[in-house]
């Protein structure tokens, strides 16, 4: 009898916790995430803190690494890693190694996707100036604090929706 192979793509705060979650749930599974980035888990609330220089150590934002999730918690992390296409006739995913260029098919049994989202840019004349960021990743947040020393003021246009203490 072959193991349950759950493929979930996608890692951070969503992919990660569901993988932890699964494996809490089956112990013979096996579990592999792939992150089209270079960090599986890392602390995205950090990131203004990062840029900001209250958090100085980049590697305060790790959550986890890909060496974590296999020793603790036998979870295969692929990170650097596109998902190009889903075939849920053959149940496979084609997927394609950011470091080589190279594709190749890995079959599941059940798939999660968990691919977060991306920047909304407003239709704003100029937004893609240079000088204008969008902060959701750690590179993100490398490329704005290397520019801090050129800027003179700074506006933030969005911030997630904070509640407010009467509502």
Known sequence: MTRKRILIVG?????????????????????IIFE?????????????????????????LLVATPELFKSRFNIQVCTDTEVLSINRADKTLEVRDLATG???????????????????WPDIDGIHLPGIYALRTIPDSREIRAALDTMTRAVVMGAADIPH???
């Open 11 to 31: 890692g951070v705060a969503g992919g990660a916790t569901c993988a932890a979650r699964i494996r809490r749930l089956c112990e013979a599974c096996e579990i």
């Open 36 to 60: 089209m980035g270079s960090y599986v888990s890392f602390a995205n609330c950090g990131l203004p803190y990062f840029i900001g220089d209250v958090i100085v150590d980049e590697e305060k």
């Open 102 to 120: 190279r594709n190749r098919l890995e079959r599941y049994d059940a798939l999660v996707l968990s691919t977060g989202a991306s920047a909304v």
């Open 165 to 167: 203490p009467t509502r």
